[in-house]
């Protein structure tokens, strides 16, 4: 016999050498397992559990380090809970600050279409959509395993007839009427970078890594935003500030600027269309 406690204070122990916050995440699986909310577990505290065993078997796929938001299916993003799978990348805390920077420009122009490059989950297209209702947006994705998350989202938040899914490479097939504005949080690692085994065994390469220096994509996007005469705002590596800097010299663009994450370190840029 195995209470909740029990089996939380055990599963806590097992994950401390491996994971960065075992309590936070014993927690996560035990009221994933238990189908409650975490703050709810304090008063199933002498619950015997039912099935000890599917509960470690959650713990043992977290020790094996698949990320804990594949096991659940959900993770956390502008303070709301998107569902998530293997095949889309698991949005980062960090690409909240894409959207925020977005929202300002949407806001400041009064823009009504944008298209989002790489949508993935759709996170950042749900969001967007979420807070300015007369927004459209068309988001692409070269993945269909992705494109799949992302349509679940647009459902959970009812924005499917504002959210376009395309199935295409950067925005071939985007008409440059059907928008204003350029959002991606394209892959953007460096070819040959090892990833923590939650990152590199887990989520799918295509969403990570970019040949070479990993500004391949980047810079495709700072054209195709250049062709069009429209602002692009991307997330990018820390260290990828000065080749893309070099890159906008190349060519000739003078309006722009880099945006930093919550660590201080550079995290995206925004290109002007002039
Ligand atoms: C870093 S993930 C970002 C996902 C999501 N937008 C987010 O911020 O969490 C990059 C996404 O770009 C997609 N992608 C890669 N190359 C692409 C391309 N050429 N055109 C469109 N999407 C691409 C990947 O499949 C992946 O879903």
Partial sequence: MVTAAEALQEAVKLLQPVVERPRLEAEILLAYHLDCERSRLLLRDREVLEKPEVFFAL?????????????TGGVSFYGEEFFIAPGALIPRPETEILVDEAAALIRERGIRRIAEIGVGSGAISVTLARLFPGLRIVATDISMEALEVARENLRRFGVEDRVTLRHT????????????????N?????????????VADYEPSSALYAPGDGTVLL????????????????????????????????KGIEHYRFYRDLAGLDRGFIVMEN
């Fill in 59 to 71: 713990i043992e796929r977290r020790l094996a380090h698949e990320p804990v938001e594949y096991i």
């Fill in 169 to 184: 490479s950067l925005l071939e097939g985007v008409e440059p009427s059907e928008t204003e504005l350029i959002l991606s």
């Fill in 186 to 198: 394209p892959p953007y690692v460096a070819e040959g970078t090892e990833l923590e085994p939650n």
């Fill in 219 to 250: 810079r495709r996007i700072v054209d195709l935003a250049r062709e069009r005469r429209v602002p692009a705002i991307c997330e990018m590596g820390f260290d990828q500030c000065k080749p893309m800097e070099a890159y906008f010299r190349e």
